[in-house]
């Protein structure tokens, strides 16, 4: 669950747990930031997890942030990534260089 904090991303994390999770399933909750602002984004995000089944894991990375949601994803052995989207998407998004642009092309 790849979060930024926004509101769109909170709410990824609100439809996680209306799924039917058991304790043998993980959520590992991403934020691709430096500094504080990843650790901020990561705490808002475990909190909208609270009362779900699944083992939590949050991790903050720095980086290109598609490429770093992608590669996570890929080490983490995942099987669906979660995230929100927030201002621009689509072809403006892309031309303004939205992180999150790049993963809806893949």
């Given at each position: 669950?790849?979060?930024?904090?926004?509101?769109?991303?909170?709410?990824?994390?609100?439809?996680?747990?209306?799924?039917?999770?058991t304790e043998?399933d993980?959520?590992?909750?991403?934020?691709?930031?430096?500094?504080?602002?990843?650790a901020?984004?990561?705490?808002?995000?475990?909190?909208?997890?609270?009362?779900?089944?699944?083992?939590?894991?949050?991790?903050?990375?720095?980086?290109?942030?598609?490429?770093?949601?992608?590669?996570?994803?890929?080490?983490e052995?995942?099987?669906?990534?979660?995230?929100?989207?927030?201002?621009?998407?689509?072809?403006?998004?892309?031309?303004?260089?939205?992180?999150?642009?790049?993963l809806?092309?893949?």
């Open positions: 669950y790849a979060t930024d904090g926004s509101e769109g991303s909170l709410a990824a994390g609100r439809l996680l747990t209306r799924l039917p999770l043998d993980r959520i590992l909750v991403l934020s691709v930031s430096s500094g504080e602002e990843g901020i984004a990561v705490e808002a995000s475990r909190a909208e997890l609270e009362g779900t089944p699944a083992l939590v894991q949050a991790h903050v990375k720095d980086g290109p942030a598609a490429e770093t949601i992608l590669l996570t994803a890929a080490e052995k995942a099987d669906f990534i979660a995230l929100g989207a927030m201002g621009h998407t689509g072809l403006a998004g892309y031309l303004l260089d939205d992180p999150k642009a790049p809806a092309t893949i």
